[in-house]
């Protein structure tokens, strides 16, 4: 995912897409460098809460990305993005057995669908309410 926001930011003309593919790229690397630093005894104390969501995305079609992207149109793909990674994870954690692995899954849903939620608020606040 990192690797895509990076290409997308690169890409991106318009600032405030370009800045938002960038932010999530960071993001990304962070989650990625969480994942690679938990041991067995951080698995074991994470407690996942279910996040809220506002289903924004589930009435919007899905995006081709472009250079000259508007910005309404990059939430829309980094939603759907972080909307898949929770379905991903969800159905793998229907076929895993292991309860470490299964908190492990759980964090990660729970972070994607943060990540959902907040591009849905950002669409809503800054999209959904100028129309």
Do not use: W
């Not at 600032?15 to 938990?38: D, Y």
């Not at 809460?49 to 990305?65: C, H, N």
Request: negative net charge.
């Amino acid at each position: 995912s990192a690797k895509l926001y990076e290409e997308m930011g690169k890409l991106a003309k318009k600032p405030n897409a370009k800045l938002m593919f960038e932010a999530f790229e960071k993001e990304e690397i962070k989650h990625r460098e969480i994942l690679e630093s938990l041991s067995s005894e951080k698995i074991a104390n994470i407690k996942p809460e279910k996040a809220i969501d506002l289903k924004i995305s589930d009435y919007l079609i899905d995006m081709t990305f472009k250079p000259d992207i508007e910005y309404q149109d990059a939430l829309i793909i980094a939603m759907k993005r972080e909307e898949k990674a929770v379905k991903m994870y969800t159905d793998l954690l229907n076929k895993v057995d292991d309860p470490e692995a299964q908190k492990l899954i759980q964090f990660l849903i729970q972070e994607e669908s943060n990540h959902k939620l907040r591009l849905e608020t950002e669409y809503d606040d800054n999209i959904l309410s100028q129309c």
